[in-house]
Structure formats: structure tokens, C-alpha cells
């Protein structure tokens, strides 16, 4: 069975800067995807960015960009110029190739603070 | 394009009470899936449907939930008798090119 681990239950940036989240996964497939997805208040989940597993270069989506380092099962997001609006819990996720089934970790609840 | 559509996007029952949420996918996606969010937690998958057939519903507790998508279209999901720890939102999603999309969700609060 995947894992997904968010270790940071909270953060807070300054409007402008950047910030970078974490998450660390377990898996024994070779193909998969992972996921980015922002929550605001509202509840609806919304795509930031993905990243298929075979693909060696990085994911990047205007200010937003992840590394992944596949060896040690890391994929980390990075927002650039942080908005007020980019307040919300981001949850990262894992696919396997096959099950397109999306497993979750636990959140990191964003505060970006003018 | 539109997106996932859901309703009602909030309802309050009291214990042991039923409950329907309905869901209508992206046009053209076979693949629907419904979710539970327990606040404070990220969504668990409660059962995966492709067109109108069942592919995983081994998180879903069959004494009380159920769910169909009879026409591999709209799906419906449906609690009977509802429970206190069955407070969540309800996500419904679904999915092309390996990539998800998800509803607005409908907030549950049984009381």
C-alpha cells in the first residue's frame, strides 16, 4: 500500500516571498504520478501541478514548480511570489499507473501573510 | 468546460436519518470516483466506478453507504442510517488522463 507523508501541519509565508512544502512518499511501484492539489475554505479541491514518475524533468506551472527526486521518494512544491489568495491547505497525493486511485497525506495548511 | 457538479452542497440530518448526494462527472470522463473528508484529514476513497461498473469499493462501509451510476453517467451516494462520524464532505471526481478533477463537494453534519 502507498504512503503519503506531509510533515509540516502548518506554515506561513510574507506576500512575495517563496515557500517551499514537503512531502515524502512510499511505494514499491515504479510508474506513478503525483499531485499537488490546494484547498481553500471553500473545500473544492483544485490542481496545482503533477508529475509523471518517468519523467526525469521537473514539473513547473507558472509560479508554481515541485522537485522530485524519485530515489528518495521526495516531491517537494515550491510557490514563487506568494499570494494572498495561495492561502489554503495543499494536500500532496499518489497514483500508481494503473489503480488512477489518489491517495492523500495529511495536508499543510498555508497561511500567506501581507 | 464544466466541472464536476454536485448537490445539495450542504446538508444537516440527525443521527440515524438518511441521505442521497448526487453527482454529474466532466462529459466524456468514464471514471467517477467518491471521496470522504473528515476535517483535519485529507479525502479517502470510498469507491471508483468505470462507466457503470464497480472497480473498488473496499473502503466503503456496505452496512450504511451506497452508491450506483447506473447509466455510466450520474452517480448517486446514499447513507442510511446515518452516524455522528459520518460528518465529512463528500467529494465526488472524475478523471481523464490519469489526472483527477473534483466537485465542489456537499458538506454532511449529522446532528
Known amino acids: 500500500a502507498q504512503t503519503v507523508t506531509q510533515s509540516q501541519p502548518e506554515m506561513s509565508v510574507q506576500e512575495a516571498e517563496t515557500v517551499t512544502l514537503s512531502c515524502t512518499y512510499d511505494?514499491?511501484?515504479?510508474?506513478?504520478?503525483l499531485f499537488w492539489y490546494k484547498q481553500p475554505p471553500s473545500r473544492q479541491m483544485i490542481l496545482v501541478i503533477r508529475?509523471?514518475?518517468?519523467?526525469?524533468q521537473n514539473a513547473t506551472e507558472n509560479r508554481f514548480s515541485v522537485n522530485f527526486q524519485k530515489a528518495a521518494k521526495s516531491f517537494s512544491l515550491k510557490i514563487s511570489d506568494s499570494q494572498l489568495g495561495d492561502t489554503a491547505m495543499y494536500f500532496c497525493?499518489?497514483?500508481?499507473?494503473?489503480?488512477?486511485?489518489?491517495?492523500f497525506g495529511k495536508g499543510t495548511k498555508l497561511s500567506v501573510i501581507p | 468546460e464544466a466541472g464536476v457538479a454536485q448537490s445539495p452542497r450542504y446538508k444537516i440530518i440527525e443521527k440515524r436519518q438518511s441521505v442521497a448526494f448526487w453527482c454529474n462527472p466532466i462529459?466524456?470522463?468514464?471514471?467517477l470516483y467518491w471521496y470522504q473528508q473528515i476535517l483535519g484529514q485529507g479525502p479517502k476513497l470510498l469507491i471508483q466506478?468505470?462507466?457503470?461498473?464497480?472497480?473498488?469499493d473496499s473502503q466503503l462501509p456496505k452496512d450504511r453507504f451506497s452508491a450506483e451510476r447506473l447509466k455510466g453517467v450520474d452517480s448517486t451516494l446514499k447513507i442510511q442510517p446515518a452516524k455522528l462520524e459520518d460528518s465529512a464532505v463528500y467529494l465526488c471526481?472524475?478523471?481523464?488522463?490519469?489526472?483527477?478533477?473534483f466537485g465542489e463537494g456537499s458538506w454532511l453534519t449529522v446532528v
Open positions: 511505494t514499491s511501484e515504479s510508474n506513478y504520478y
Open positions: 466506478f468505470q462507466n457503470n461498473g464497480v472497480v473498488d
Open positions: 471526481a472524475s478523471s481523464w488522463e490519469n489526472t483527477i478533477y
Open positions: 462529459s466524456g470522463h468514464a471514471t
Open positions: 508529475q509523471e514518475a518517468y519523467k526525469q
Open positions: 497525493a499518489f497514483s500508481g499507473a494503473g489503480s488512477y486511485q489518489l491517495t
